[in-house]
């Protein structure tokens, strides 16, 4: 029998593969080896041919995708089965995660600034961010926004919905490219759009994009540091961004001096235990990554609290309001997220 030790020892170069398949899957998404894959099973020379990449890459890449479980092996050919072609090849779908990948490669790139940021506390500033992670965080929440922000979310909170339906003015705040807005102007051709982050690649980036959907007369985007203030506004909507915000309450004071007396604030933010060990799923692990990797780090190089990705509870968030002076906050829960819809 092996000692503890070499059970260890053996789990720690389990987990090591693991991390390497999904490092070897992010290439797969980026090359659209997935995606070629999904259109039928292939010979490592067919899926050269497909992509135009080099065969003998083509064949590691396959041998590697097929012990890690993540394609299917029979008869010289590989195949993307169902499920998979879902998470990896349907790009738009609820369960899509190449943008995960994508973001995980992209923060891999400042592993030598989180190492400095170990020693030093300081954190990894935005801009050390290469665009892969940037336009994997786009993708990563594409898929929850097309498939259930507008059908899932918006009827838990009917005041929310009915703001945008009566045309209101909505900020969306810490925007990213935007891909939030699109989903609900499309949604709600009555309400005008404003986004507003601190990264003018993504403001850029999203201003391009509402170009070319033709939505330029009522959506537009820009670079500003919400905690600094923002203009007059019917509803406030910060998805994923007060656990990465350097002044979290400065934030949450701003958004309650700009919204009308009968507007809302819609906070989607991670699910998170006050323990901060009692998180626990099959995504607890990959998001006190992303913590080291972005969230936390991020806040703290801009000499903020670092709440990290756990770090906005309940309780906290609720403090956070009533500080900012908001009157009420009524929480949902979601599977891997939760909803505060919070009124001045």
């Not at 994508?102 to 990894?124: C, D, H, N, S, Y």
């Not at 309001?321 to 819809?341: I, K, N, P, Q």
Request: hydrophobic content about 45%; aromatic content about 8%; overall charge negative.
């Amino acid at each position: 029998m092996a000692s503890p030790e070499v059970k260890f020892a053996l789990r720690l170069a389990s987990d090591a593969g693991r991390g390497v398949a999904a490092l070897l899957a992010g290439i797969g998404d980026r090359l659209g080896l997935f995606s070629a894959l999904a259109k039928g099973p292939a010979s490592p020379e067919d899926l050269a041919q497909r992509t135009s990449i080099h065969p003998r890459y083509a064949r590691e890449w396959l041998h590697a995708m097929a012990a890690a479980g993540y394609v299917d092996h029979r008869d010289g050919k590989y195949e993307l089965p169902p499920p998979q072609a879902e998470v990896l090849a349907h790009e738009g779908g609820g369960v899509f995660m190449g943008g995960t990948l994508q973001m995980l490669l992209g923060m891999i790139a400042t592993m030598p600034w989180l190492r400095e940021a170990f020693v030093t506390g300081k954190g990894i500033p935005a801009d050390a961010y290469p665009p892969d992670a940037w336009e994997g965080m786009e993708r990563d929440m594409a898929g929850l926004y097309e498939t259930q922000l507008v059908s899932e979310w918006l009827p838990r909170v009917p005041a929310v919905r009915g703001l945008l339906q009566g045309g209101g003015l909505v900020a969306d705040i810490g925007c990213g490219r935007g891909r939030a807005i699109f989903t609900l102007a499309k949604a709600f051709p009555n309400a005008r759009f404003v986004g507003y982050d601190v990264h003018p690649p993504n403001v850029e980036a999203a201003q391009r994009k509402a170009a070319e959907a033709g939505l330029s007369d009522r959506v537009h985007f820009e670079a500003r540091d919400a905690s600094a203030g923002l203009p007059r506004m019917d509803l406030a909507l910060t998805f994923d961004v007060v656990h990465d915000a350097a002044r979290p309450l400065e934030l949450a004071s701003a958004i309650h001096e700009a919204l009308s007396p009968h507007g809302r604030w819609l906070a989607f933010e991670v699910r998170s235990e006050e323990d901060p060990d009692a998180n626990s799923g099959p995504l607890t692990l990959v998001r006190w990554g992303f913590s080291l990797l972005y969230c936390m780090s991020v806040s703290l190089a801009q000499g903020g609290e670092g709440l990290g990705t756990f770090g906005l509870t309940e309780s906290r968030m609720r403090h956070l309001c009533t500080a900012a002076g908001f009157s009420d906050v009524h929480m949902e829960l979601l599977s891997f997220h939760v909803l505060y819809e919070v009124r001045p």
